[in-house]
């Protein structure tokens, strides 16, 4: 008689791969597919410091990354998931500015000085940590309401 062994319960795991497909596949049906596309691709430095006009440079102060991180992510190295979190909050805040602003006049706008911030930069205040006051001013011009 040929005996079969089974995997006791403990030992079966899923494995990343498949919980991601699985989180993907679930995803995909509920937000469609071209959301899944943009999510899985990444996050492309490239792309946004062309469309927002900002060079390599001034993507590593907003970020606070280093040079060597973004270089490779400019190569198209893919970052981690937490780090590709934060990169999507300071991409949601450009998102913002551009339905304000034109795309190409972000980039320099980050380098003026703004009475808006006590007559520094918006880089400078996103480099301090303080985007709440970029969301803050973001809202104030969206409703017209004074701060």
């Known amino acids: 008689m040929k005996k079969v062994l089974h995997p006791s319960p403990r030992r079966i795991s899923v494995k990343p791969s498949n919980g991601r497909a699985r989180l993907h596949a679930q995803a995909r049906a509920f937000l469609g597919t071209a959301a899944i596309v943009g999510a899985v691709r990444g996050f492309a430095v490239k792309d946004f410091c062309q469309n927002y006009a900002v060079t390599q440079d001034t993507f590593t102060r ?36 551009e339905k304000l602003v034109a795309k190409a006049a972000i980039g320099p706008w980050l380098k003026e000085s703004n009475m808006a ?29 004074p701060g």
């Open 62 to 97: 907003l970020t606070g990354f280093s040079p060597r991180a973004v270089a490779h992510w400019a190569g198209g190295r893919k970052p981690s998931i937490s780090t590709e979190r934060r990169l999507t909050e300071m991409k949601r805040i450009f998102e913002a500015l």
């Open 117 to 145: 911030f006590d007559g520094s930069t918006p880089l400078q205040v996103i480099e301090r940590g303080e985007t709440d006051r970029i969301w803050r001013m973001i809202y104030e011009l969206q409703s017209g309401e």
